[in-house]
């Protein structure tokens, strides 16, 4: 499976980023689609995540300014950020639990995956 995030980078406070993960890889569905972040010194958290079904979990912390969404015919989850603050800095991770896949040889497997992370970094 490959994972392709898209859209990091540097904004000021008060600006805007979208961000994108598009999964590829013999997938046959995806239970949920995320985001997490790690700001410096920080443990890794959610951001949001939204089911297979479009219920959506938000972090506290972006409720009201982010917004998730997800096309399951192109396995890709975006994340719309608005409203950016400082605090909002970090590297952002995309996750995709329960991804069900076809390997080589016709065995169907469901494994969760991470991104490598896409860096966007808030000025004040």
């Known amino acids: 499976v490959q994972l392709v995030e898209s859209g990091g980078d540097l904004v000021q406070a008060g600006g805007s980023l979208r961000l994108s993960c598009a999964a590829s890889?013999?997938?046959?569905?995806?239970?949920?689609m995320g985001w997490h972040r790690q700001a410096p010194g920080k443990q890794r958290g959610l951001v949001a995540a939204?089911?297979?079904?479009?219920?959506?979990n938000y972090g506290d912390s972006v409720k009201g300014r982010f917004t998730i969404s997800r096309d399951n015919a192109k396995y890709t989850v975006t994340l719309q950020m608005n409203s950016l603050t400082s605090e909002d800095t970090g590297v952002y991770y995309c996750?995709?639990?329960?991804?069900?896949?076809?390997?080589?040889?016709?065995?169907?497997?469901?494994?969760?995956?991470w991104g490598q992370g896409i860096q966007v970094t808030v000025s004040s």
């Open positions: 996750y995709l639990k329960g991804l069900g896949r076809l390997r080589p040889g016709g065995a169907y497997t469901v494994n969760d995956y």
């Open positions: 890889g013999s997938i046959i569905s995806i239970n949920d």
């Open positions: 939204i089911t297979a079904g479009g219920s959506r």
